[in-house]
């Protein structure tokens, strides 16, 4: 009797304390939780597979990024520098639970092609034979060079409907209009296309939309302090709503050159100073500090002694406290 006695006691001494500790230790848990997860992340609307990430020079590995509303296989391609290797390589990360060649010919429902550099498409050409048939859609620039300079017959054979013949007419011209939103045909998603300045030819922003949702993805382009363009501007303007609002779920941008690259050898490409110059102006536009918003950096160019730089000057330079995304092959993310 007196040991219950006593055990009562001490329970009541210590419960107090017990309770205390349990309350503290659920307010920390319930901090830790609201602090790890973004907003932007609460309801996921993209998932990108990156094929390819880098700028050069390895040709398994080069600029393409498959994009699918969350739940579904119907995928467009933006870029196509690198199309087998980075299936193979998405595969063996579990990305894909099928065969390379399904998802080469049944995912993949058309390719947005920023601009005509090797590589940007050379994974399209050297895998044509083996494709279904689809859209190749871009400025009407792009696909000129696509069609007098790729599909000819001297450099390749013509697996599109337009252009020498014989055509083989497994690809289909879409060029998009600046501006101009259209639906992506057999998928969920439509696009809209911006001009950018990149050296001696144009490249393209994509803004692809799923519902009320956006990603906005860029190939190669400089910043317009160095083109004396104010294309970049405009695209900013052109995306400001959507950033003020929360819709824009992704920024795909490149970096292609650490801060130490001379102007004069930048050949239409970022540095971590001009993107975050660039960003700047974004933020005035959208009147946010674009805390939180995901940036994922695209075309990286090797030496990896030059990439671990970049990095590092982005990283030091996000004063903002943006997301900065490095894509790795293969590794699915989702927006």
Known sequence: MLHR???AVICMLFLPIFVFAQRKHQAKLKHKSVSAVPAANLSLSFRVVPLGVLGGIDESNLS???IAPVG???YACLDAGTLHAGIEKAIENKAFSVRGDKVLRQYIKGYFISHAHLDHISGLIINSPEDSTKNIYGLNSTLEIVKTHYFT?????NFADD???PQLKKYHYSVLQPGTEIPIDNTEMHVQAFPLSHSNLTSTAFLVR????YVLYLGDTGADEIEKSQNLHKLWEAVAPLVAAGKLKALMIEVSFPNEQPDKTLFGHLTPRLLMNELDVLAQLS???LKGLNVVVTHLKPPYKSISKIKTQLNYANKRQMNLVYPRQGKPLEF
């Open 72 to 74: 579904s296989d119907n």
């Open 163 to 165: 252009g020498g013949s």
């Open 153 to 157: 017959w001297e450099s390749w054979a």
């Open 210 to 213: 799923n519902k009320d949702s």
């Open 64 to 66: 393409a990024y498959m």
């Open 5 to 7: 006695k006593l055990l």
């Open 287 to 289: 009147g946010t500090t």
